[in-house]
């Protein structure tokens, strides 16, 4: 049967429901997979169909025009679709999945309080899910104190294809590509030569959401120093940053007055403590595959949360002031995690000395 997946958002939605794409191969030996992804996960998906876990995909945000969208219609209709699942539950992929003219289209459907009319109103109307939805999963953003603490948001899209694909209730478990093992191998190499796999070794990501939050030179250093106290036992720190330099990053590279190492690509240490190491412009691979030879992650919230997830790497996810009730639904798939409010989070050693 041929199935198309709506997952047009982040590198993070795509892994935390990979397990339904485990779910379809498992129920259908001949699946048809097409996925819709986004600028964001395009890499990550490229990584799933290169190991055939999908057979096609598309990146909607190319297709941005109305004549665009009459293509991206017209391809997906001669697919003839069996199952669509919208993951992504926005207006667009809706259109889209009726034009495609399914015979069962399953959805998530979040619903929320109406602030004109102070209702519980759903994503999409009533008689809407009532008549040409198939089946759906209804996620409660309405009371985060009614949420049940038990449930991890991949469990929300693991019902929605038992519920579709008729299978019985199973262990979340995100999917694992094969390139992973790949990815491995090519950073422990790195790893190897530069020596760093001899002692304990911590991923600090630094992207542009510390920026966001508006964290200073200051409070970095501060944790920095915290993670290399000087001693001979004290762990190597690996400090990475997002898709861009951001002007944290740029601060924090000046302090520790970072050198590039000889024939190593955006390999940097710094001139202030050897034990420090930053690696610049990453892509997805190079990502994965740090996260697969680190013994701990500090990361504010995000896509490595995830990729840690399936890595069994211990994390810290950090997450934003106030939101604690929000972001435990998304928090890691592994038990050798903490999550912990970025107010919250200046001992750093706290959890080395829980995890290492």
């Known amino acids: 049967m041929n199935y198309l997946i709506f997952r047009n958002d982040g590198i993070g939605d795509l892994i935390v429901s990979s397990d339904g794409i485990k779910k379809i191969h498992k129920s259908d030996e001949d699946a048809h997979i097409t996925l819709i992804c986004s600028d964001r996960n395009i890499e990550y998906a ?14 909607l945000d190319r297709y941005k025009t109305y004549r665009d969208n009459i293509t991206i219609i017209s391809i997906l209709r001669k697919l003839k679709l069996n199952h669509v699942f919208i993951l992504k539950s926005d207006w667009k992929n809706l259109i889209i999945s009726l034009l495609c003219k399914s015979i069962n289209i399953h959805a998530i459907i979040p619903n929320k309080i109406s602030r004109i009319t102070s209702r519980i109103v759903y994503k999409y109307p009533l008689f809407i899910i009532k008549r040409l939805l198939k089946s ?8 985060l104190n009614a949420h049940d603490n038990k449930t991890r948001m991949g469990t929300h899209y693991n019902k929605l294809f038992n519920k579709a694909l008729n299978l019985k209730n199973s262990k979340l478990e995100y999917l694992k590509p094969y390139s992973f093992r790949h990815f491995e191998i090519k950073i422990k190499k790195i790893f190897t ?18 920026d966001d ?41 000046n302090y520790y007055k970072i050198n590039k190492l000889n024939n190593k690509k955006n ?6 403590n050897e034990k ?28 490595i949360t995830h990729i840690a997830s399936i890595q069994k790497t211990p994390i810290v996810d950090i997450i934003r002031n106030n939101s604690f009730k929000y972001f435990y639904k998304w928090r890691p798939n592994l038990k050798e995690f903490s999550q912990v409010e970025i107010r919250n989070f200046s001992n750093p050693n706290k959890y080395i000395q829980k995890y290492l």
């Open 46 to 59: 490229k990584i799933l169909k290169k190991d055939g876990y999908i057979d096609q995909l598309y990146n």
């Open 136 to 143: 759906i999963e209804i996620i409660n953003t309405i009371d």
């Open 193 to 210: 030569s530069l020596k760093i796999n001899k002692k304990k070794v911590i991923l600090f990501h630094l992207d542009e959401k510390w």
């Open 213 to 253: 939050i508006n964290s200073s030179k200051d409070f970095i250093i501060d944790l920095f120093e915290k993670i290399i106290i000087k001693k001979k036992k004290s762990p190597i720190l690996i400090v990475t940053n997002g898709k861009y330099s951001t002007s944290l990053n740029k601060k924090v590279w």
């Open 267 to 272: 390999i940097y240490i710094s001139g202030k």
């Open 276 to 303: 420090i190491f930053f690696i610049k412009n990453l892509s997805i691979s190079e990502i994965i595959g740090i996260v697969s030879n680190v013994d701990l992650i500090f990361h504010m919230h995000g896509s």
